[in-house]
C-alpha cells in the first residue's frame, strides 16, 4: 500500500524494499502497489495485503476498506513504525505525536492493540542501541519460526491482546525480546531508559503477533475464506540496509509464504538468501569477551598440565 508515506518498494535508499521486492520475486511472487485513497478497492486477486510502516493516518473510508478485506478472509501483514522519541528539553508536538500510526482502528477488531512505547533489551541487542533487540525468542510456528537464527528490530512498539475479542480469534507470539530481567516496553519517550514498574511492562515482550480466524461452515458457504493476519511494530529489519543481516529475510519470505497459504511449497528461498553478519548482538559480543579474556590463563593451566605430567613420568 502507498500514500501514506510507507517505505517504498521501489526505492533502493537504505530505507526502501527493493530488495525485499526482489526476494518476493524471486520465489515466484508478484508485488504491485496499491494506493487505496485512489483506487477505492483491494484488487480481488490480491493474496496479501502489506502495510508497510505508513506514517500518517489513514482515511476513515481506507480502514473500513481495508476491515472488510479483512472480514471477507483477506490475508495482511501489518508492519507499524516506532512512536517518535525526544529529548527532554524538546516536547513532542501534535504532529509528531500522530505520526506513525498505530493502525489500531483496524486491529483492534482482531484484538490487538499496539502501544506508544518503546522496547528495549539491555542484554541484547545491536551496536549499542538498547532499543534494538536481537533476538532468537520465537513462538513455536514451524512456517514462520522454524530453524531461524537471530533477527533484529529497530525500535519496535509494544503489543497487547485485548480481553474482549471474538472467541473465533486465535492469537500467538511471533517474536519477544530475549531477556527477562532486563527488557521492558519503556514508555517514557524523553531518552530517560529506567524501568518504571507503574507504567512499563516487564520482558520478554512481544512485539510481533499472528491472528488467524477461521470461518464456520456457514461463513465458508457464503464463500467467506480464513484470515491471516500478521503484525510486526517494524519496517526497518525488512529494509535494504538491514534486511541480509542474520535471519531478517527469511523471517520475511516465511511471513509472506504462510500468508498466501503456500506453507508447503518449495521456494529458492533457501538457496537465494544470504546471511551477512555484519554485526555481533551485544550477547554475542560479550562471550567472545570473555573467551578472548581466559584464553591466555587455558593455555597457561594447558601448559602447567603438561608440565606437571612430565615431570612425573620421569
Not at 473510508?61 to 507499524?80: H, M, Q, R
Not at 516487564?202 to 480466524?213: K, L, Q, S
Request: with cysteine.
Amino acid at each position: 500500500m502507498t500514500g501514506h508515506g510507507e517505505y517504498s518498494s521501489s526505492s533502493q535508499e537504505y530505507a526502501g524494499l527493493s530488495k525485499f521486492k526482489q526476494l518476493l520475486s524471486d520465489n515466484n511472487i508478484t508485488s504491485k502497489t496499491l494506493m487505496l485513497g485512489i483506487s477505492q478497492s483491494i484488487p480481488a486477486d490480491c493474496d496479501v495485503l502489506i502495510i508497510a510502516g505508513p506514517k500518517n493516518a489513514l482515511t476513515l473510508s481506507e480502514e473500513t476498506l481495508i476491515s472488510d478485506y479483512l472480514t471477507k478472509g483477506g490475508d495482511a501483514l501489518f508492519l507499524i513504525e516506532h512512536t517518535v522519541i525526544t529529548s527532554p528539553d524538546k516536547p513532542l508536538s501534535k504532529d509528531q505525536l500522530n505520526q506513525n500510526p498505530s493502525l489500531n482502528a483496524i486491529l483492534n477488531q482482531w484484538g490487538l492493540d499496539v502501544q506508544s512505547d518503546i522496547v528495549v533489551d539491555f542484554t541484547n541487542h545491536i551496536g549499542d542501541d538498547v532499543g534494538s533487540p536481537a533476538t532468537k525468542n520465537y513462538g513455536r510456528h514451524k512456517a514462520l519460526t522454524e530453524g531461524l537464527d537471530y533477527t533484529f528490530y529497530v525500535r519496535p512498539r509494544s503489543i497487547r491482546v485485548l480481553p474482549q475479542r471474538r472467541a473465533s480469534i486465535k492469537h500467538a507470539v511471533i517474536v519477544s525480546t530475549a531477556s527477562t530481567e532486563n527488557s521492558w516496553a519503556e514508555t517514557n519517550r524523553t531518552l530517560d531508559i529506567q524501568f518504571d514498574p507503574n507504567t512499563d511492562t516487564t520482558g520478554p515482550v512481544p512485539f510481533a503477533y499472528v491472528v488467524i480466524e477461521e470461518k464456520n461452515a456457514a461463513q465458508q458457504a457464503n464463500k467467506l475464506s480464513d484470515t491471516r493476519l500478521i503484525v510486526f511494530t517494524d519496517t526497518d529489519f525488512l529494509s535494504n540496509v538491514y534486511i541480509n543481516q542474520y535471519s531478517n529475510a527469511q523471517m520475511g519470505v516465511n511471513l509472506v509464504n504462510w500468508l498466501a497459504e503456500l506453507d508447503y511449497k518449495t521456494f529458492i528461498s533457501a538457496k537465494e538468501i544470504k546471511v551477512e553478519r555484519l554485526n555481533l548482538t551485544s550477547k554475542q559480543t560479550r562471550q567472545v569477551m570473555v573467551i578472548l579474556f581466559l584464553l591466555p590463563f587455558i593455555f597457561v593451566i594447558a601448559g602447567l598440565v603438561v608440565w606437571l605430567r612430565t615431570k612425573v613420568n620421569r
